[in-house]
């Protein structure tokens, strides 16, 4: 394998960890860590164009305020086509996402969306998110059920509760 083709896989694995990371630090509310994931400059459209954010201070502060009122959070994303040319890449993110609002605990919201993202190298060799479009494709709201609503046997190790 040639020298040029590990930097790529390298680089391949190390975007992948950039995104994956924002995800978890947003459910963890890890916001300093999560800052860790953005360049200084990112600038974030979130909510199909509703929402523009630039710098990854103000990025983190929208996050933290716009997730305050969660009782809990889960961003499954699944990363494809990562495109690296040099200390340049781009990234096609896919999101599903559950929440459950702390002052609606009975259902969760579900989203499903796409992350168009665009990341850089830094000085210090890390891959940090410089662009990301966030478009949603579909949400709903759904209430949490205890018990299944078609005949299905739940062995009791798994079977929900609340």
Do not use: K
């Amino acid at each position: 394998m040639t020298d040029e083709r590990v930097e790529r896989l390298v680089a391949d694995l190390e975007i992948r960890r950039t995104l994956t990371d924002y995800a978890a630090m947003v459910d963890a509310r890890d916001f300093d860590r999560l800052r860790c994931t953005f360049a200084d400059d990112v600038c974030v459209n979130y909510h199909n164009g509703r929402t523009i954010v630039t710098g990854g201070d103000e990025v983190v502060d929208y996050i933290r305020t716009n997730t305050s009122h969660l009782l809990w959070q889960h961003h499954n994303v699944s990363v494809y086509g990562v495109d690296v040319d040099g200390d340049a890449a781009s990234a096609q993110v896919y999101l599903l996402s559950h929440q459950v609002v702390a002052a609606d605990p009975t259902h969760v919201l579900m989203m499903a969306a796409r992350y168009q993202v665009r990341l850089g190298r830094g000085a210090d060799g890390d891959w940090r998110i410089r662009e990301m479009v966030h478009t949603i494709q579909l949400v709903t709201h759904h209430p949490v059920v205890t018990e299944s609503p078609v005949p299905v046997e739940i062995p009791a190790a798994v079977r929900p509760g609340l």
